[in-house]
């Protein structure tokens, strides 16, 4: 069975740091691309950062680049979302999710497959 779980959400002061975690079992980890995805209430849910695992190639959006890195360890099947320079718009409940065939590195809507059940960051001025 196919698992991800999301862990590390929690309240944070603007400019503060938060290190998410995915943890996943059930699939050859090495072949997959792992996405972070968040969605705010009452927005669609977007792409933040993602991984190909077998390379370690990542890609970011732009309203997190230079302040988020994705990175994995692969002896734990754990991807990880460090996010520095908090700010209340990035207030979200944060999704990981899988892809085994990745075209689009960050639209949640293609490609991935598996999703976690999401943690919720929550941002204070």
């Known amino acids: 069975e196919v698992q991800l779980v999301e862990s590390g959400g929690g309240l944070v002061q603007a400019g503060g740091s938060l290190r998410l975690s995915c943890a996943t079992s059930?699939?050859?980890?090495?072949?997959?691309?792992i996405g972070w995805f968040r969605q705010a209430p009452g927005n669609g849910r977007d792409g933040v950062a993602s991984?190909?695992?077998?390379?370690?190639?990542?890609f970011y959006a732009d309203s997190v680049e230079g302040r988020f890195t994705i990175s994995k360890d692969s002896a734990k099947n754990t991807v990880y979302l460090e996010m520095k320079e908090l700010k209340e718009e990035d207030t979200s409940v944060y999704y990981c999710?899988?892809?085994?065939?990745?075209?689009?590195?960050?639209?949640?809507?293609?490609?991935?497959?598996?999703w976690g059940q999401g943690t919720k960051v929550t941002v204070s001025s």
């Open positions: 059930g699939f050859n980890f090495e072949d997959y691309t």
């Open positions: 999710a899988a892809a085994f065939v990745m075209t689009t590195p960050l639209n949640p809507y293609v490609d991935y497959g598996h």
């Open positions: 991984i190909r695992i077998s390379d370690s190639r990542t």
